[in-house]
């Protein structure tokens, strides 16, 4: 335990949640909330209770149906995926079974387990959530301490509402200045893996911090430390203030009345200590940071909208030109060209990533009198049904179905391929989502991850560009 003046955020929630030390270096620590989705949760659920046990205290346990649904408008029980439809069954009956809370296929309150669990107010200020997706390190945006587990360790931590864990390291990224405008969340992480490569966090707590954190919104922050798992980081959180005060105010499962007043006064204190220390210190400049889009088949093979496509000679270690070389033939580039250059065929706004109100307000920013450009399709997939209604209201819809978008209904989508919807073998599409592998959302299908309003930009002129970019060569061509 760091000695008292000297502690991380992420020691602190560590320490409030250890229930012992156990010999061999782990700790066991006490679990707030335990999230489940069809893909996993019904297995989880049926092997916990195959084992002769029951979910300890079903009103900390939640499940959301998000992984496997369609996101047409309309659906039902029925899939793309093969057997998916087995799998909401399975979750719907195993939930009913252990009385958990169910947000099922066309509840009211559905969307995308990490976009779902914030607006609701399910996961707050210093409490441990645990889900098994690796992406539930997205809500560490708002101080809480949120991993990814499996499916064996979803059932210890419903039938005793703890886990035992080894303790990370502690890391922070401190960035300093003001992002650039046009400049997003979304740019500034893939900027990050890029500079410092995608096992750059192995084994750390990230924290992020500086002035550029505290300038974000709430909902930035949890594109932030969204992917932080594609920094290979165990988790990320970033430190409580007044925005996640007022974010969370009058949600449906925040603290009211006295108990609201108690709950401020304690995340006030979930701060790293002026005199903490961290085993690691990063650095990067708000400034240097600009739009960013990834090239590559790895988070980290990304580059600035000004830049060219480096060649696997650009690296010095052996691997990574490697997988530069691989990535370059699966991707059906070539070295030098500049990103700008590329045509695409798919434009794909969602994913637990950016698929909120405030992605999906900016997209629509960039979009709005404006077409998509012949020969390319563009899907909109908001992170939940309260998103989607709220965007409605705003009129948002239609101005993405009035420029060529098609506008779905919540869920994961095309955010990765399991046997469902796909863009297509060789199709090359720019994506709000976090993970540009090989075969992630189709076989053969090209990904290249960027912002919101990058996304949106490129929708329209076909290639790749960035809002400025876009507006810039309409008023050059006006």
């Known amino acids: 335990m760091a000695m008292k003046g000297t502690s991380t955020l992420f020691d602190k929630l560590w320490s409030d949640h250890t229930v012992c030390d156990l010999e061999n270096g782990e700790a066991l620590l006490y679990l707030d909330r335990v999230f489940l989705h069809e893909r996993t949760g019904a297995v989880a659920l049926q092997s916990l209770h195959a084992a002769g046990y029951g979910v300890r ?37 195993e939930t009913r079974a252990a009385n958990v809370r169910l947000y099922d296929v066309d509840d009211a309150d559905q969307g995308i387990v990490h976009v779902i669990s914030p607006e609701q107010g399910l996961v707050l200020p210093g409490l441990t959530l645990v889900c098994p997706d690796s992406h539930t390190c997205t809500q560490g945006a708002i101080g809480a301490l949120a991993w990814g587990i499996g499916s064996s360790e979803a059932e210890h931590a419903m039938a005793t509402g703890t886990l035992r864990v080894r303790k990370p390291k502690n890391m922070r990224v401190m960035v300093n200045g003001t992002l650039r405008p046009g400049v997003t969340a979304k740019d500034l992480i893939l900027h990050l893996i890029a500079k410092y490569g995608a096992n750059g966090g192995a084994g750390c707590v990230v924290e992020f911090a500086g002035s550029a954190i505290q300038q974000l919104e709430v909902e930035a ?10 920094f290979s980081a165990f988790t990320a959180v970033i430190a409580p203030d ?47 940071v600009e739009p960013a889009v990834t090239w590559g088949t790895s988070p980290e093979q990304a580059i600035g909208i000004s830049a060219c496509i480096p060649a696997a000679g650009d690296y010095a270690e052996a691997h990574r030109q490697e997988a530069a070389t691989r990535a370059l033939q699966y991707q059906g580039l070539e070295s030098g060209n500049a990103i700008t ?15 909120r109100l405030s992605d999906l307000r900016a997209a629509a920013a960039v979009v709005k009198g404006r077409q998509i450009a012949p020969g390319v399709r563009g899907v909109v997939v908001p992170g939940s049904r309260r998103v989607k209604r709220a965007a409605e209201q705003e009129g948002l819809h239609r ?47 090209r990904t290249h991850l960027a912002s919101p309003e990058t996304v949106a930009a490129t929708a329209i002129a076909g290639s790749i560009t960035s809002a400025e970019m876009l507006a810039k060569s309409e008023s050059l061509s006006a």
């Not at 045509?343 to 990533?353: D, K, L, Y």
């Not at 179905?401 to 046997?419: I, K, L, N, P, V």
Request: proline share 3%.
């Open 57 to 93: 205290d079903a009103r900390h346990v939640f499940c959301t149906m998000d992984h496997i649904v369609d996101t047409f408008p309309g659906r039902g029980d029925k899939t793309l995926m093969p057997s998916g439809s087995d799998f909401i069954l399975a979750t719907r009956r």
């Open 221 to 230: 922050r949890f594109t932030l430390c969204n992917m932080a798992v594609e």
């Open 242 to 288: 007044e925005k996640v005060e007022a974010y969370f105010e009058g949600k449906d499962f925040a603290p009211k009345g006295e108990h609201w007043r108690d709950a401020v006064d304690y995340w006030r204190t979930l701060r790293s200590d002026e005199n903490a220390v961290f085993d690691i210190d990063l650095v990067v400049e708000a400034e240097q």
């Open 341 to 355: 250059d590329i045509a695409v065929n798919a434009a794909f706004i969602g994913s637990c990533t950016n698929s």
């Open 399 to 445: 101005i993405f179905t009035d420029a060529g978008f098609e506008w779905r209904d919540s869920g994961c989508s095309m955010c990765f391929y399991a046997g469902g919807e796909t863009f297509g073998e060789f199709q090359r599409v720019i994506s709000t989502t976090n993970r540009n592998f090989e075969g992630r959302q189709g076989p053969n299908t």
